[in-house]
């Protein structure tokens, strides 16, 4: 059984997305969350039921025991299992979900450039870690 109660599948090409992840490991102190980037080379989708594409193309979260989650529902579950639930927990109100996922959708086809124009790093090798070797703990898979 794993120990990972969440897994967060991530983009390590945008800017935002690493910083997210590793903002959150940071905050994972138990454990419980997993992340793994999308970007990286060897990266296969097929496992969690998914095209390259699909998951690309939104954020995707996976439960251990298969369960997928998209878009904002998978930033609610990062954030809930190191135990930060409370700061998104508006966005499961039905008006608020719609707008979030709306406003997500739109920010997640853009991610990348939009990272850019906020001087977001450029990731020459093809991937970026989060995990890189310093002080930061190392990203489960």
């Known amino acids: 059984m794993s120990r990972w109660e969440f897994k967060l599948l991530y ?12 903002w959150l490991s940071r905050r994972d102190r138990q454990g ?3 992340l793994e ?5 060897g990266f296969d989708p097929a496992p969690y039921g998914v095209t390259q594409a699909e998951v690309m193309g939104v954020m995707h979260g996976v439960f251990p025991d298969g369960r997928i989650v998209r878009k ?3 930033f609610r579950e990062a954030y809930r299992v190191v135990g930060l639930g409370w700061m998104l927990a508006p966005t499961r109100w039905p ?9 997500y959708e739109w920010f997640a086809k853009h991610r990348v ?3 850019r124009w906020f001087g977001g ?5 093809g991937t ?10 190392p990203l489960k898979k």
Do not use: T
Not at 16 to 21: H, I, L
Not at 37 to 41: E, L, N
């Open 113 to 115: 450039a939009i990272g």
């Open 95 to 103: 008006g608020v979900r719609w707008i979030a996922d709306r406003f």
């Open 32 to 34: 419980r969350l997993a």
């Open 11 to 22: 983009d390590g090409q945008c800017p935002f997305c690493r910083r997210e992840a590793h």
């Open 37 to 41: 980037d999308i970007s990286a080379p």
């Open 128 to 137: 970026c870690d989060v995990g890189a070797p310093d002080s930061r703990p």
């Open 121 to 125: 790093p450029e990731c020459p090798s």
């Open 72 to 74: 904002v529902a998978a």
